[in-house]
């Protein structure tokens, strides 16, 4: 028995690229039962081009207007995933990038049995990768695949392309609830969060990328700080995210002093200076990428800048004289001694952050039945320790 499908469409000002896409997309699905659902963050008239087309369109369309940008095109692959009308679902770009003529070939794949997720690649035998056009995008798409490979041996082992956007799922196999997307690396967490219960299984067919017909690549600057802010967080859990910025901060502490010093500056002026600067700088950091989820149920900024200021501007007062102390009496250099105080001062930071600049405005006043919470601070820390650093994506 075929499959019914549900081909999911992640769109973002694509107007010119629907009809096209309809058309191949309608005749690659030709005798199947199956629907386009359309997810759009459009800010021009793709919705009105969309309901043009379903008009006199050989298959069911359908499509979905999201006011609000949450997570990017990751997140309108979780809406789509959920609104789906049949439990196979195929994930393609807007851009006409990902060959609908494909569809076939990715739907017989998985109705041989042995794959929950069949991933068109760029990387194998038949595969081609030029639609990514210049050297510089082929070779940062290519170390991004290895860097992602290698912190994620056991659950990617066998893709050779787990950052594609152009995949089947089988909808039942997923754990819809764990995703947690962060830009356009959708294949990545539902490989790493999805299968939850049973680890998926993959399977790859040959991609010919094509070029962009319509439209600029959404590919930025600011897309690969959150790449890599969220293959932080999937391989390491929160902690490891906050560590990574913390050594950051550090590393930026450690270069400010040097400077400072080799200045002429006191190493305890210029430690105070490096801590400073970095406090600012790793609260911003903090904001945008460890606790982003968390900030809307959280006290206001200017409530959580005061409070993560104040914690660390009393441990950097506490630090520094310790680490005065360990030069003085250890003869350790002030670089070395610094690095000592604030790999010690992490965890402290790190829990004062969790348990109360982010912790929910409505968990602190009462629990769920309207009383005030009965949990000791010795199990909140617990429940925080376990819940954030204690979440890495493979494990």
Not at 21 to 49: C, H, N, P, Q
Not at 119 to 148: H, N
Not at 160 to 170: K, N, Y
Request: some cysteine; charged content about 25%.
């Amino acid at each position: 028995m075929s499959a019914s499908v549900t081909v999911i469409v992640p769109t973002f000002n694509e107007r010119d690229n629907v009809a096209e896409l309809v058309s191949r997309t309608a005749a690659a699905l030709a005798g199947r039962e199956a629907e386009i659902l359309f997810v759009d963050d459009s800010s021009d008239d793709t919705m009105a081009e969309i309901a043009r087309v379903s008009a006199s369109a050989p298959v069911p369309i359908r499509g979905i207007h999201r006011e609000h940008n949450t997570a990017g095109l990751g997140g309108a692959v979780v809406v789509g995933l959920a609104e789906a009308a049949h439990d196979v679902c195929v994930v393609m770009d807007g851009d006409l990038q990902h060959p609908p003529e494909l569809l076939p070939t990715m739907i017989a794949r998985y109705e041989r049995g042995d794959a929950d997720v069949v991933a068109a690649s760029r990387y194998i035998g038949g595969g081609d990768s030029a639609g990514l056009g210049t050297a510089v995008r082929l070779g940062v798409s290519k170390a991004a695949t290895a860097v992602t490979k290698a912190m994620f041996l056991r659950r990617l082992w066998r893709s050779t392309d787990p950052m594609t956007g152009f995949f089947l799922v089988d909808r039942s196999r997923l754990d819809l609830d764990t995703l947690r997307p962060e830009g356009f690396k959708i294949l990545l967490e539902i490989l790493v969060r999805g299968g939850e219960r049973r680890e998926l299984r993959i399977a790859e067919v040959p991609l010919e990328f094509a070029e962009r017909r319509n439209g600029v690549s959404k590919a930025s600057l600011r897309q690969g700080a959150t790449f890599l802010a969220h293959l932080a967080r999937l391989r390491f859990g929160k902690m490891g995210l906050f560590a990574m910025i913390g050594g950051i901060g550090a590393v930026a502490n450690i270069g400010i002093m040097w400077l400072l010093t080799h200045l002429g500056m006191d190493y305890v002026l210029a430690a105070i200076i490096g801590a400073a600067v970095t406090i600012v700088g790793n609260f911003v950091l903090q904001e945008l990428f460890v606790f982003r989820d968390e900030r809307q149920d959280a006290s206001r900024l200017w409530v959580r800048f005061a409070a993560s200021v104040s914690f660390n501007s009393i441990e950097a007062a506490l630090r520094i004289p310790v680490m005065a102390l360990m030069v003085e009496t250890w003869r350790l250099s002030a670089v070395l001694a610094t690095a000592i105080s604030l790999v010690v001062a992490f965890f402290a930071r790190f829990l004062f952050h969790a348990l109360v600049v982010y912790a929910p405005r409505r968990r602190r006043a009462t629990d769920a039945e309207g009383e005030p919470p009965t949990d000791t601070a010795a199990l909140r820390v617990m429940r925080a320790i376990d819940a954030e650093a204690m979440r890495p994506g493979e494990l």
